[in-house]
């Protein structure tokens, strides 16, 4: 073998020097400098080196032990079996190489595998000596972790004493700390309003949580565990497969990932990820991945294990949520409303399975907070369907001289100047609806699925309409012929006709639709509904002062102030006099002190497709009624409507005892 050139080694010297920086960052500071994404490129990088100069391996590089030394404020605790991190897999060729390799150890041709979420938290082990918590730690080193048993008491979801009247003499759980999404968004909120810094994500809070030296401090921080796993047992019962010892943990009453699995095959592990993949954004809990593990402990036992991970089992992860890339500019969009939204222009990132060149930055004071600047390196973010923002900026790689941004003093795109009022954080274009960007943005939401639904009316055809003065109020659109749209770029006679069609059937829809297209500012799809039910019809609307609009549910007096000064405008009336003339029609709505008792203030959450109603139409039936739509399960949930492939909102309701309807008990409420 020839020497290793000296620029590898100085390489794997830098690399080492990085990691060992950034592991102190994450699991001693909680203050990341970088992205998951670039971690692991990093480690990948410092892999595949020592892999091609195997004698340049030394002890004391990252690739050789877990995580991080304990921190000195805490006693230390040697785990009695070692506790091991996974190896990961990026793609499907990773995932067919690992099954391929347990096969040919395994000397089979398939392989059952314990499939269950990843969970983006802080591992920890338990020990429980004749059945009660002695004592709990945090990985640490992997072979020894800080003793943190005084803050894991005031996790909730950890029993004290474990179920069942023969405990074993001693058994080791293994699992995972985590901070729900929900109780995430209360800490940081919080936080705003003392003013103090928010954390970066639940990841990152539940690790500052589990390391305060005063546990009263954890006690007010909501903390949940997931166990995964054992190290040490003695006394436990002999389990066959880890789906059996998961389903013993159960009964031992600890929380176990419900999405937990046993798939055949690379196919099974494949259609395993994705279905998690698909239902991600809806947990209530962040995960980064999937692990696949051999259900047979018996094969376990005889995989064995490498340096730092285990033989058996390989972590499938995600495409990374967050990424880094360099602002490039800072542009100003214009919306409906008028207001200015600030939007980074990015250097071209892969993140959230997408390549994202555009980020929200919300508004100047969010700008001014997070203090983001042309040309900044900046972490990005885009979790699911969710728009892609800045979520912070990586100071050290900051240039010199980067420009700070200054919102314009004139909107971009029609030149008026520009308001701030002093209860607002966003900045507007006073122009109003001579303003062709609002006008193009006030037509797109009028036109779009959940208000007017016309079909076929997108931005390309909008822009040219507004373009070349062809439209310019909402009322206008249903002057539109074949003829007139059939002159338009890509507008061939045919896809005229089904734009005119579309915009024909408009006509016929509903109260609260109606009131939503209008695009008043502050009033949403739900405030709209509430407005429909409360008034019934259009002209009592239209005659509500401030303080009448107040009695409305949910209407303070900021969407009051809206509501009336939007149709004390003259232009408004007239626009909606002219939808009315070109013959938009609606049946009246009934007046919420008419609607079902039993429906009237109740919340409903969909989940599944329901053979014969849309989820529109179901939630618009729903509200007729005084019903309320949400979007997620809680306790304050009274009925859960389940369609085909419900999901794990049926499977909350199930756990919290909600009513679950199918769509035929849905129709017998509203016949009521």
């Given at each position: 073998m020839s020497a290793p050139a000296a620029s590898d080694r100085q390489r794997i010297e830098s690399l080492r020097a990085d990691i060992e920086r950034h592991n102190y960052q994450y699991y001693a500071l909680d203050a990341p400098l970088i992205s998951d994404a670039e971690y692991d490129r990093l480690f990948r990088e410092l892999q595949t080196?020592?892999?091609?100069?195997?004698?340049?391996?030394s002890p004391d590089s990252p690739t050789q032990r877990i995580g991080s030394a304990p921190l000195a404020g805490f006693e230390t605790v040697k785990h009695r079996v070692s506790m091991l991190s996974l190896n990961n897999a990026f793609d499907e060729e990773e995932v067919t190489a690992f099954d391929r390799r347990m096969r040919e150890a395994l000397v089979t041709e398939r392989i059952d595998y314990a499939a269950e979420p990843k969970f983006d938290g802080l591992a920890v082990s338990l020990c429980y000596e004749h059945g009660v918590l002695a004592h709990g730690a945090t990985r640490g080193d992997g072979e020894s972790g800080e003793d943190v048993t005084a803050n894991l008491r005031t996790v909730r979801a950890i029993p004290l004493r474990l179920a069942g009247r023969n405990p074993p003499v001693l058994l080791e759980v293994r699992g995972e700390v985590v901070m729900l999404r929900a109780d995430f968004e209360q800490l940081n909120?919080?936080?705003?309003?003392?003013?103090?810094?928010?954390?970066?994500?639940?990841?990152?809070?539940?690790?500052?949580?589990?390391?305060?030296?005063?546990?009263?401090?954890?006690s007010t921080r909501k903390l949940a565990f997931f166990a995964y796993g054992l190290g040490a047992a003695e006394g436990a019962p002999a389990f066959g497969t880890h789906s059996a010892l998961l389903d013993y943990l159960a009964e031992c009453r600890f929380p176990v990932a419900k999405e937990r699995k046993v798939v055949t095959g690379v196919d099974g592990m494949l259609e395993y990820y994705r279905a998690i993949g698909g239902k991600r954004a809806g947990l209530p809990y962040d995960i980064d991945g999937v692990v696949y593990k051999v259900n047979d402990l018996a094969g376990q036992r005889e995989l064995g294990f490498v340096s730092r991970a285990p033989r058996y089992a390989v972590a499938h992860k995600f495409p990374a949520e967050?990424?880094?890339?360099?602002?490039?500019?800072?542009?100003?969009?214009?919306?409906?409303?008028?207001?200015?939204?600030?939007?980074?222009?990015?250097?071209?990132?892969?993140?959230?399975?997408?390549?994202v060149t555009n980020a929200t930055l919300h508004n100047e004071d969010e700008i001014r907070r997070k203090d983001i600047r042309i040309h900044d390196?900046?972490?990005?973010?885009?979790?699911?369907?969710?728009?892609?923002?800045?979520?912070?900026?990586?100071?050290?790689?900051?240039?010199?001289?980067a420009p700070v941004f200054e919102m314009p003093a004139a909107c971009p795109v029609c030149g008026s100047a520009?308001?701030?009022?002093?209860?607002?954080?966003?900045?507007r274009c006073t122009a109003g609806l001579y303003c062709p960007a609002q006008r193009k943005q006030a037509l797109l939401h009028f036109a779009s699925r959940r208000a007017m639904?016309?079909?076929?009316?997108?931005?390309?055809?909008?822009?040219?309409?507004?373009?070349?003065?062809?439209?310019k109020t909402s009322a206008d659109l249903y002057e539109l012929d074949v003829a007139a749209l059939a002159g338009l770029e890509r507008m061939a006679e045919k896809s005229a006709a089904n734009v005119v069609a579309a915009i024909a059937?408009?006509?016929?829809?509903?109260?609260?639709?109606?009131?939503?297209?209008?695009?008043?500012?502050?009033?949403?799809?739900?405030?709209?509904?509430?407005?429909a039910r409360a008034f019934g019809d259009l002209e009592p609307l239209l005659q509500a002062d401030e303080q009448m609009l107040q009695q409305v549910p949910d209407v303070g007096p900021v969407v009051a102030q809206s509501i009336a000064q939007f149709f004390a405008e003259p232009h408004n009336r007239d626009v909606v006099g002219q939808l009315l003339a070109a013959g938009v029609s609606f049946e009246r709505t009934p007046r919420a002190a008419n609607v079902s008792s039993r429906m009237s203030g109740r919340t409903f959450v969909l989940t599944g497709a329901l053979p014969n109603l849309s989820r529109d139409e179901a939630k618009?039936?729903?509200?007729a009624k005084g019903g309320r739509v949400t979007g997620s399960v809680s306790k304050k949930t009274d009925f859960v409507v389940v369609g085909a492939d419900p999901g794990s909102k049926y499977d909350k309701a199930v756990e919290l005892g909600i009513t679950v309807l199918d769509e035929e008990g849905l129709q017998e409420l509203l016949k009521e």
């Amino acid at each position: 073998m020839s020497a290793p050139a000296a620029s590898d080694r100085q390489r794997i010297e830098s690399l080492r020097a990085d990691i060992e920086r950034h592991n102190y960052q994450y699991y001693a500071l909680d203050a990341p400098l970088i992205s998951d994404a670039e971690y692991d490129r990093l480690f990948r990088e410092l892999q595949t080196l020592e892999a091609g100069h195997p004698e340049l391996v030394s002890p004391d590089s990252p690739t050789q032990r877990i995580g991080s030394a304990p921190l000195a404020g805490f006693e230390t605790v040697k785990h009695r079996v070692s506790m091991l991190s996974l190896n990961n897999a990026f793609d499907e060729e990773e995932v067919t190489a690992f099954d391929r390799r347990m096969r040919e150890a395994l000397v089979t041709e398939r392989i059952d595998y314990a499939a269950e979420p990843k969970f983006d938290g802080l591992a920890v082990s338990l020990c429980y000596e004749h059945g009660v918590l002695a004592h709990g730690a945090t990985r640490g080193d992997g072979e020894s972790g800080e003793d943190v048993t005084a803050n894991l008491r005031t996790v909730r979801a950890i029993p004290l004493r474990l179920a069942g009247r023969n405990p074993p003499v001693l058994l080791e759980v293994r699992g995972e700390v985590v901070m729900l999404r929900a109780d995430f968004e209360q800490l940081n909120q919080a936080q705003r309003a003392k003013g103090e810094k928010e954390f970066v994500n639940p990841r990152n809070a539940a690790a500052g949580a589990l390391r305060q030296l005063d546990s009263r401090i954890t006690s007010t921080r909501k903390l949940a565990f997931f166990a995964y796993g054992l190290g040490a047992a003695e006394g436990a019962p002999a389990f066959g497969t880890h789906s059996a010892l998961l389903d013993y943990l159960a009964e031992c009453r600890f929380p176990v990932a419900k999405e937990r699995k046993v798939v055949t095959g690379v196919d099974g592990m494949l259609e395993y990820y994705r279905a998690i993949g698909g239902k991600r954004a809806g947990l209530p809990y962040d995960i980064d991945g999937v692990v696949y593990k051999v259900n047979d402990l018996a094969g376990q036992r005889e995989l064995g294990f490498v340096s730092r991970a285990p033989r058996y089992a390989v972590a499938h992860k995600f495409p990374a949520e967050e990424a880094m890339s360099e602002i490039i500019a800072i542009d100003v969009q214009v919306g409906r409303t008028g207001a200015l939204t600030p939007v980074a222009r990015l250097k071209p990132v892969f993140v959230g399975g997408v390549t994202v060149t555009n980020a929200t930055l919300h508004n100047e004071d969010e700008i001014r907070r997070k203090d983001i600047r042309i040309h900044d390196t900046v972490v990005v973010r885009r979790a699911g369907d969710v728009i892609p923002e800045v979520v912070r900026v990586i100071n050290d790689k900051r240039p010199a001289q980067a420009p700070v941004f200054e919102m314009p003093a004139a909107c971009p795109v029609c030149g008026s100047a520009v308001q701030r009022l002093e209860d607002e954080s966003v900045a507007r274009c006073t122009a109003g609806l001579y303003c062709p960007a609002q006008r193009k943005q006030a037509l797109l939401h009028f036109a779009s699925r959940r208000a007017m639904d016309i079909e076929g009316l997108g931005d390309k055809l909008v822009e040219q309409l507004v373009d070349n003065n062809i439209v310019k109020t909402s009322a206008d659109l249903y002057e539109l012929d074949v003829a007139a749209l059939a002159g338009l770029e890509r507008m061939a006679e045919k896809s005229a006709a089904n734009v005119v069609a579309a915009i024909a059937k408009s006509r016929r829809t509903t109260l609260a639709r109606f009131i939503f297209a209008l695009g008043i500012r502050n009033v949403g799809e739900r405030t709209a509904a509430d407005l429909a039910r409360a008034f019934g019809d259009l002209e009592p609307l239209l005659q509500a002062d401030e303080q009448m609009l107040q009695q409305v549910p949910d209407v303070g007096p900021v969407v009051a102030q809206s509501i009336a000064q939007f149709f004390a405008e003259p232009h408004n009336r007239d626009v909606v006099g002219q939808l009315l003339a070109a013959g938009v029609s609606f049946e009246r709505t009934p007046r919420a002190a008419n609607v079902s008792s039993r429906m009237s203030g109740r919340t409903f959450v969909l989940t599944g497709a329901l053979p014969n109603l849309s989820r529109d139409e179901a939630k618009e039936r729903i509200e007729a009624k005084g019903g309320r739509v949400t979007g997620s399960v809680s306790k304050k949930t009274d009925f859960v409507v389940v369609g085909a492939d419900p999901g794990s909102k049926y499977d909350k309701a199930v756990e919290l005892g909600i009513t679950v309807l199918d769509e035929e008990g849905l129709q017998e409420l509203l016949k009521e």
